[in-house]
């Protein structure tokens, strides 16, 4: 079966720290990588997408893939409490349908 | 309106009742999903449907049945719910890339959510 493994946490880290969450996919195969925010009670929202290896930055934000390793992250740098969220890691499967298989989050928290 | 509407937020239904939650994109994207979230599982996909055809239905039972009457409007009927039925439910858009209904786009566009209770 396909999946995405992400550390639910919760991760914590002080305000201005560089928050790390990283997230692994089985499927060597996967093409696209995406890292939606999703505020408690709220909705999930796109905030990254990658599809080669290594680095893409914007902003804060930066998502790292290294596709040997079947591994991704998202990095946010300078974090503030308003980044305190949950984050969505989704990898689309190989093959002719490119379906989003999702991981179940990483709770972030970011402590003034 | 801009983005993704979604109504209502919030819906509390017995298990006879019949409802449905509405969907409506305003990005000029040509598929549209129906979601459900529940506590400690992965977002679990239902339906898909690309230029105004289902393209996917995952299994989901017959009590939820989509509707999408074009590319802008997205339906999802309620009927004979169970307790376990109660989750978040999102409304998603996106842009396909291709002709082919297989090759939608990744990047989603999601409704604020239907937060559903089945009593």
């Known amino acids: 079966q396909k999946e995405v493994e992400q550390n639910s946490g919760p991760l914590s880290v002080p305000e201005g720290a560089i928050a790390s969450l990283n997230c692994t996919y089985s499927?060597?195969?996967?093409?696209?990588f995406f890292w939606y925010r999703q505020y408690s009670g709220k909705s999930p929202e796109l905030i990254m997408f990658?599809?080669s290896n290594g680095d893409k930055e914007d902003g804060r934000f930066t998502a790292q893939l290294n596709k040997a390793s079947q591994y991704v992250s998202l990095l946010i740098r300078d974090s503030q409490p308003s980044d305190s969220a949950t984050y969505l890691c989704?990898?689309?499967?190989?093959?002719?349908?490119?379906?989003?298989?999702w991981g179940l989050g990483t709770s972030l928290a970011v402590n003034p | 309106e801009t983005g993704v509407t979604q109504t209502p937020r919030h819906l509390v239904m017995g298990m006879t009742n019949k409802k449905s939650l509405k969907c409506e994109q305003h990005?000029?994207?040509?598929?549209m999903y129906w979601y459900k979230q529940s506590a400690k599982k992965p977002l679990e996909l239902m339906f898909v449907?690309?230029?105004?055809?289902?393209?996917e239905n995952n299994s989901v039972p017959s009590r939820f049945s989509p509707e999408c009457p074009n590319s802008s409007h997205l339906f999802l009927h309620l009927h004979t719910l169970q307790p376990e039925d109660s989750a978040l439910y999102l409304c998603?858009?996106?842009?396909?890339?291709?002709?082919?209904?297989?090759?939608?786009?990744?990047?989603?566009?999601f409704g604020s959510g239907t937060q559903l209770s089945v009593l």
């Open positions: 998603a858009s996106s842009q396909e890339r291709g002709t082919s209904p297989s090759t939608t786009n990744e990047k989603l566009f």
């Open positions: 990005l000029g994207h040509n598929a």
């Open positions: 449907y690309s230029l105004e055809e289902r393209v």
């Open positions: 499927d060597r195969g996967s093409q696209s």
């Open positions: 990658i599809y």
């Open positions: 989704a990898v689309t499967s190989a093959g002719n349908n490119r379906k989003l298989i």
